[in-house]
């Protein structure tokens, strides 16, 4: 009977076999904290900008009339808000793309092959989408939209890759999307519902993978 079936490790073996030709297996749970702490560290000085910009606003002060000083002000927020988002997403990128790549080099997987493009264009697609769709809702001064379209279309994004990398990733995309469509709701607070749903809930899914995968036995 024994000689008839293979041993349950085998099977093991075969399933991870089957799971690194199919599977980009090597997303690191530090990956996922890094970019958390740095969404956070952005969010951070977001709200720290805006504040400054109310806080003028709130003590009347004027530049060759109120209504050029406050459109002027706006645009320098606008600007210094671009710039805080570029630096956050650029940190957060290296930050995951090193601990990735570290993972990758323990487990021997490449870094560049045929299952990690397919994740790269399930993931990117969504994204380059939404982002047109945030600009365009920027450019029709629909500010109250930029928050949750970030969550909704990166949860997207997530939920359509999770079958190329590890499948627990689809629930860090059910969470951005719950996040992001409550948010529709409550515009005002969309720095907040940002910064729960990049920071922290990006630190939660990086400490459970790196429990669950990386963590020394």
Known sequence: MDSQHPPLETLQDIKRMMERSSRFISLSGWSGI???????????????????????????RTYHGENDYVSESAATLYSDLIIIAGITFITAFISAFVFTWLRSRRNGT??????????????????????????????????????????????LA??????????????????????????????????YFWAAGFGILHILYGAIMWWKYERQR
């Open 34 to 60: 890094c970019a958390g702490i740095c969404a956070l560290l952005g969010a951070w000085a977001a709200q720290q900008r805006i504040s400054a910009y109310l806080q003028v606003r709130r003590n009347g």
């Open 110 to 155: 490449p870094m560049w092959d045929r299952t990690v493009q397919r994740l790269a264009w399930n993931t990117i697609l969504p994204m380059v989408i939404g982002g047109l769709v945030i600009l365009r809702a920027i450019e029709l001064h629909y500010f109250e939209l930029v928050a949750p379209g970030c969550l909704i279309f990166y949860g």
């Open 158 to 191: 997530l939920v359509n890759a999770s079958k190329y990398t590890l499948g627990e990733i689809r629930y860090l995309g059910y969470g951005q999307l719950i996040l992001g469509i409550i948010n529709l709701w409550s515009g005002v607070n969309g720095l």
